[in-house]
């Protein structure tokens, strides 16, 4: 069953904790993406990685950070320096740019919400 | 960096055909077209996308003008599942990286 997992779909930050989102996916893409929507909003871009260990920022970059050390997992790290991380995060994956079929595929998501 | 306009909302009736349209006038000569839908707290996903030619899948079928500054997409019979966001997206198949989504359009069927 291939497809992008995120996990865990709900996940509560305390003040000054940094947290980790999993994304995991076995459909041998390349390239990777990280989102942010609030609510009534479009999808914003966090981090991206064509490739594995090199990944690069979006357009909201600061306050989170990144590692892709294996071609299948790309996760987000929500530092303390994010100071408005509540959103619903968005993991997709696509085949490598220059392809036809430049597809990006979408996890389930991870709602994040501070206590 | 917005480079396509479409309406807030709209509503069809069940079983009628949805036709979503948008506006993207600053299209450049390599940039697909590409629509997806978002159902309430999922991930967005895939419909369908062309550079010039009138493309159907199982899903929908889109309609690009010739000039290429706008496209339809067509929803031919719609079902009260197909109550969504969808947004259209313009970007060249060698970036690989910039997905805009704006606001989209948000389409209620309406029994």
């Known amino acids: 069953d291939g497809g992008i997992t995120q996990s865990p779909k709900y996940l509560f930050r305390k003040e000054g904790q940094n947290v980790t989102l999993s994304c995991e996916q076995n459909l041998n893409h390349d390239a990777m993406y990280w989102y942010r929507q609030d609510p009534g909003q479009g999808l914003r871009l966090i981090y991206y990685?064509?490739?594995?260990?090199?990944?690069q920022k979006g357009d909201i970059a600061e306050g989170y950070s990144v590692s892709r050390e294996k071609k299948e997992s790309f996760p987000l790290t929500v530092t303390s320096a994010q100071k408005n991380p509540t959103a619903f995060y968005l993991c997709?994956?696509?085949?490598?740019?220059?392809?036809?079929?430049?597809?990006?595929?979408f996890g389930a998501g991870t709602r994040l919400s501070v206590l | 960096d917005a480079k396509t306009t479409q309406p807030p909302s709209m509503d069809c009736a069940e079983g009628r055909a949805a036709n979503l349209p948008c506006n993207h006038s600053?299209?450049?000569?390599?940039?697909?077209v590409y629509w997806y839908r978002q159902i309430h707290s999922q991930g967005p996903q895939y419909i369908i996308h062309?550079?010039?030619n009138n493309e159907t899948n199982e899903m929908a079928s889109l309609i690009i003008t010739e000039d290429r500054k706008s496209s339809t997409l067509i929803l031919p019979h719609a079902t009260l599942r197909d109550t969504a966001v969808y947004y259209c997206?313009?970007?060249?198949?060698?970036?690989?990286?910039?997905?805009?989504f704006g606001t989209g359009t948000s389409l209620t069927v309406i029994p």
């Open positions: 997206i313009v970007l060249a198949s060698n970036t690989g990286n910039q997905f805009y």
């Open positions: 062309g550079l010039k």
């Open positions: 997709a994956s696509s085949t490598p740019p220059g392809t036809t079929q430049n597809i990006q595929y």
């Open positions: 600053t299209i450049s000569g390599n940039e697909y």
């Open positions: 990685s064509q490739i594995v260990n090199d990944f």
